[in-house]
């Protein structure tokens, strides 16, 4: 994964050969240096103009993000631990989480006043004074620092499903004014100034139903759409003076890129194998100059690469590429079957179909596994996933839908499952089980396999459908929408009740969606996995599961690990976990 790129053209990226994500510096052709070895997963990005990066790293995936600089004026002979840090922010108690770099400040958001709200700090570099830019609460995802670095888009979640909402701090604020609405229902997302810090460089739904290109005046008064498509939502990256950007469509769970001036016209495409699928949000980065970007791109058939491309013809050579010990699992892999299937009500679920490998065990013909996504406001999208990859290599037919209430399909379907439609989503579940004899499956021999809210739909497909399913891995999952909204993190509750409903108000509706509340018609047996540390799903919603099924006796293996968050981020816990769950599938769905 590209974190960020420097002006000789060096890459800073994400390396977990170690067993987690750990900073890798990549020289234009191709050599690699080793730079950390954290005890957890870290990000970092470079200070222009300098060999200093700041690196973001938590406790065993407690996500409570500290700051501190790693300086690579000689670059180190073995990678350093926390003693070869500089510490820059350090409060373990709370939150800073690392939003953007200039050459004089970095620009974090931090939960100290309350725990809950989320200021915006901007902390010089050269005094180590600090200032506050935004204190106006809520959960901050994102800042922009302007280019002459006298204020910042601030970018936050607002009180609306799935919608965000955009602030200016400093210099450039309209008084009396803001770019977007509180109560809009939209997302504005990829926030980034225009080139004269007039106005803001967006991704955005407002008053529409697909996500467009646009540039917003500072007060909200002009909205200047510059690259639209009427049936997919785009994604936009601009170049650090905003006189380019990078723009991606999103077509049923891939993407294709282009590169467009400021203004919206096109420039040139971008020439990528395959079929470009997306790795993670903050997979492109550019180069100083704007000449060139790199793209961390994975496809079904090919884990993260890194790619350099060029900004003005599109033309592309991979930089980095997967490691040797992946070529076995590769040959077992093949691009998915896109299909729409069809729901009671009428709507038609987008889903990936993965069949099994050559080597499949015939043991496990017509056996299928639906893995679902977390989110829920995210998409299932066509790149390597290893558990996909692994479930298929054994001989299991592989379906990675995108139920109601998934992203990249428009607004419409993503509100499908808000609040007291929440059912409505794990309907589709049995939909797709449904349609599985059209796929030449099982019926008998399916099982679902999810993780956080992935997890919490494995749960209530297995409660609330009990006859469908023959069993179910649960990974960080919600078994009590009452006791996860009563359990998350302060700051993460606000914005989970706007999208599984309010305690004080919806407790009644939260309560029948749970799946706790149906365990005495759970048949199927679980395997749970947790981290003791997350901080989103709380152990406890694993714990009361295991003793709830424990209770009536219906089989349930619950592995906790001590070092992790939500969800397993070192490699020692993943080869622990994950084997296990796919030989306990193998063991109640292969035919004997």
């Known amino acids: ?16 050969d170690s067993g ?74 709370h939150v800073n989480a690392l939003l953007d770099v200039t050459a004089t400040s970095v620009a974090y958001s931090t939960n100290r006043r309350n725990d809950i709200d989320f200021d915006v700090v901007l902390h010089d570099l050269g005094t180590g004074t600090e200032r506050v830019l935004y204190d106006g609460g809520g959960y901050v995802t994102d800042v922009a620092v302007s280019h002459d670095e006298t204020s910042v888009a601030i970018t936050s979640l607002s009180l609306l499903p799935a919608s965000t909402v955009v602030h200016v701090s400093g210099a450039h604020a309209v008084e009396g004014a803001q770019p ?20 803001l460089l967006m991704a955005s739904n407002h008053d529409r139903e697909f996500v467009g290109i646009v540039c917003v005046s500072l007060d909200g008064g002009e909205w200047d759409w510059l690259v639209e498509d009427q049936a997919h939502d785009l994604d936009v990256w601009a170049s650090r003076d905003g006189a380019s950007m990078l723009v991606a469509r999103n077509v049923d769970g891939a993407q294709e890129f282009a590169v467009h001036e400021a203004d919206g016209a096109l420039r040139c495409r971008v020439d990528l194998p395959g079929i470009g699928c997306r790795h993670l949000p903050n997979c492109v980065v550019w180069t100083a100059d704007g000449g060139s970007i790199a793209i961390t791109r994975s496809g079904p058939t090919e884990p993260p690469s890194i790619y350099l491309v060029d900004a003005h013809t599109g033309s592309s050579r991979r930089l980095v590429g997967p490691g040797h010990g992946e070529a076995s699992t590769l040959a077992q892999c093949s691009d998915p079957d896109v299909l729409r299937i069809p729901t009671p009500d009428g709507e038609r679920v987008p889903c990936f179909v993965f069949r099994p490998g050559p080597d499949a065990d015939p043991a496990l013909a017509g056996a299928s596994v639906v893995h679902i996504h977390g989110g829920p406001e995210a998409p299932a999208v066509r790149q390597f996933n290893p558990l996909v990859a692994a479930l298929a290599t054994v001989g299991f037919t592989v379906l990675v839908p995108n139920v109601r209430g998934s992203t990249t399909y428009g607004k419409r379907w993503y509100s499908l499952d808000d609040v007291d439609k929440r059912l409505d989503s794990v309907a589709d579940l049995a939909a797709l089980h449904a ?62 009740e706007k999208e599984y409903g309010r305690l004080e108000r919806d407790r009644e509706f939260l309560v029948k969606a749970s799946p706790i509340t149906h365990l005495a018609d759970i048949l199927a047996p679980l395997f749970v996995i947790h981290g003791a540390n997350d901080p989103r799903v709380p152990l406890s919603e694993a714990r009361q599961i295991k003793a709830a099924l424990d209770e009536v006796r219906v089989p349930c293996e619950l592995r906790v690990y001590d070092d992790e968050g939500h969800g397993l981020a070192k490699r020692a816990n993943r080869l622990d976990a994950y084997p296990a769950a796919v030989e306990f599938l193998v063991r109640h769905l292969a035919r004997r």
């Not at 234009?28 to 700041?54: K, M």
């Not at 002979?77 to 922010?89: F, K, Q, R, S």
């Not at 099982?447 to 649960?474: F, I, T």
């Open 1 to 16: 994964m590209a974190f960020d790129v420097d002006e000789a053209g060096r890459v800073l990226a994400g390396w977990d």
């Open 20 to 93: 987690t994500v750990q900073l890798v510096e990549i020289e234009p052709g191709g050599s690699r240096t080793v730079l950390t070895a954290l005890p957890g997963a870290c990000h970092g990005r470079y200070v222009p103009g300098t060999r200093t990066v700041v690196v973001g790293h938590d406790t065993d995936g407690d996500e409570r993000e500290q700051l501190s600089l790693l300086d690579l004026t000689t670059v180190p002979a073995e990678p350093v631990g926390l003693d070869g840090l500089t510490p820059l922010v350090r409060d373990p108690a």
């Open 180 to 199: 977007t609405r509180k109560d809009d229902f939209a997302q504005h997302v990829s926030v980034h100034w225009a080139a004269d810090d007039a106005g």
């Open 435 to 496: 349609h599985l004899p059209q796929l030449g499956l099982d019926p008998a021999r399916s099982a679902l396999w999810g993780a956080s809210y992935g997890g919490y739909m494995v749960l209530a497909g297995v409660a609330m459908q009990p006859q469908l399913w023959a069993a179910g891995v649960d990974i960080v999952g919600i078994s009590s929408l009452t006791t996860f909204l009563e359990n998350t993190s302060g700051y993460r509750r606000a914005f989970r």
